[in-house]
């Protein structure tokens, strides 16, 4: 099945033209960190050692459009990087690994914008809020590890 | 020049951190996470003012607002993207300084947007006053999004040169 993907007229054009997977490439680093760095500055103000003037939920709803942004557009074209080369990047254990910390780090940032309207009523942002970003900010940096284990552990991009 | 330059790369190859970088294979995916987390941070932070000053997004805060409460993680997250870039670069400095990509990149690409970024931050102060933002202000936002474009670029040719 992986292979049928990997060999489909597209995306073997897509894997062997220069400029395309360069596009490709980029749009992912770019929109991952974008992403990223947008769900961070948020998890940093909860935590409140960033921008600590700003209203908390004034400031996730600044930033957060971005993180998801950037989310769609880096699972777009990491899908597309997958799929030039499908068949070696489905069976990686270390992918599996990140997949999965990509979707509990998105679930986690999708519950700090949820509380960060609730937590902006309280006169003080309540410790159990303190570590959901911390968690939060973690996973990110987790994932990213997650990201760069692979070709160092498994050869794969 | 370019003799000191390379004299300067042997030199950083031959240092602990060079070493470590290029012989650990535990160590180079934490050297990149530590590149990678700071340019999340540093380019989150920049887009989040550019976007401000373009008009885009939720417009609550002004401008200036924007860039005086990101400012202080905006410069943390360029000291971490700065640590991590210097410990990859100590890796293998010669073949780094060879590559075209990579001279692109630190050469032209990174001291432009680095400049136009501090420009930006600046000049924010004043563009951003009121909500709307003047149309330099627009432009000057937009080339600093394709400026970091280019670097991002430049960086992701580095393996195929």
Same mark, same amino acid.
């Given at each position: ?157 | ?52 000053? %373009? /008009? !885009?997004?939720?417009?609550? *805060?002004?401008?200036?607002? =924007?860039?005086?409460?990101?400012? #202080?993680?905006? $410069? ?29 990149? %630190? /050469? !032209?690409?990174?001291?432009? *947007?680095?400049?136009?970024? =501090?420009?930006?931050?600046?000049? #924010?102060?004043? $563009? ?34």
């Amino acid at each position: 099945m992986w292979e049928a993907l990997e060999n489909l007229s597209w995306i073997k054009t897509l894997g062997s033209t220069g400029w395309m997977y360069s596009t490709v490439a980029v749009t992912h680093y770019f929109s991952m960190f974008w992403c990223i760095g947008s769900v961070a500055i948020v998890d940093l103000r909860v935590m409140g050692v960033a921008a600590r003037k700003r209203n908390v939920a004034e400031l996730a709803d600044q930033l957060f459009p971005w993180a998801w942004i950037g989310f769609v557009l880096a699972t777009i074209s990491g899908f597309f990087m997958f799929a030039t080369d499908a068949g070696d990047w489905a069976p990686s254990p270390v992918f599996h690994v990140k997949l999965t910390l990509i979707a509990v780090s998105a679930i986690v940032a999708y519950v700090v914008q949820r509380g960060a309207h609730k937590w902006a009523l309280n006169p003080e942002i309540p410790r159990a809020a303190k570590i959901v970003a911390l968690i939060s900010l973690l996973l990110w940096v987790v994932t990213i590890l997650s990201a760069s284990e692979i070709p160092a552990l498994e050869g794969l991009g | 020049m370019h003799d000191t330059l390379v004299a300067f790369a042997k030199w950083l190859e031959g240092t602990p951190w060079g070493h470590t970088t290029r012989e650990s294979i535990w160590a180079y995916p934490f050297v990149q996470l530590i590149h990678f987390t700071g340019l999340s941070i540093w380019l989150g932070t920049n887009f989040a003012l550019d976007l401000r000053l %373009l /008009g !885009l997004g939720k417009r609550k *805060a002004t401008a200036a607002q =924007v860039a005086q409460e990101l400012f #202080a993680w905006n $410069w943390i997250g360029f000291a971490i993207v700065l640590t991590g870039g210097f410990m990859l670069f100590s890796g293998i400095a010669t073949a780094f300084i060879a590559n075209i990509a990579f001279q692109w990149k %630190l /050469g !032209l690409f990174v001291p432009l *947007a680095l400049i136009w970024h =501090v420009v930006v931050q600046r000049r #924010a102060r004043d $563009w951003g006053q009121t909500l709307e933002c003047p149309g330099t202000a627009k432009a000057a936002a937009l080339v600093e999004i394709l400026l970091w474009i280019c670097v991002v670029t430049a960086a992701v040719q580095i393996p195929n040169h």
